[in-house]
Nanobody
Framework: QVQLVESGGGLVQAGDSLRLSCTAS????????MGWFRQAPGKEREFVAA???????FYADSVKGRFTISRDNAKNTQYLQMNSLKPEDTAVYYC?????????????????WGQGTQVTVSS
């Protein structure tokens, strides 16, 4: 069982930056693919970014060049650095873990989820 706890959300203005963190319990963090998803009001949950065991990174087209995913296996933590934020980035952001060596952009491929952290970007 893996428990995920996100932090770092908040209210910012367009163009600002935020860094989200997700800390996982358990001793096998390094064997999980980690991902970030988001869900805006009235919309389906959507893929944002994922990072594999070896550090391979994958991004949604909407965030490429603005967001950076990273992980620190020694700290059981992954991060999402979000720069040049836009109002359309407003959503609840969820951390997810997948017990596989293969990264996925599909939410139902992930086994564990955090509670979510709100990110609000004002114009």
């Amino acid at each position: 069982q893996v428990q995920l706890v996100e932090s770092g959300g908040g209210l910012v203005q367009a163009g600002d930056s935020l860094r989200l963190s997700c800390t996982a319990s358990g001793r096998t963090f390094s064997t999980y693919v980690m991902g970030w998803f988001r869900q805006a009001p009235g919309k389906e949950r959507e893929f944002v970014a994922a990072i594999s065991w070896g550090g391979g990174k994958f991004y949604a087209d909407s965030v490429k060049g603005r967001f950076t995913i990273s992980r620190d296996n020694a700290k059981n933590t992954q991060y999402l650095q979000m720069n040049s934020l836009k109002p359309e980035d407003t959503a609840v952001y969820y951390c997810a873990a997948r017990s596989s060596s293969v990264a996925s952009m599909t939410s139902n491929a992930y086994n564990y989820w955090g509670q979510g952290t709100q990110v609000t970007v004002s114009s």
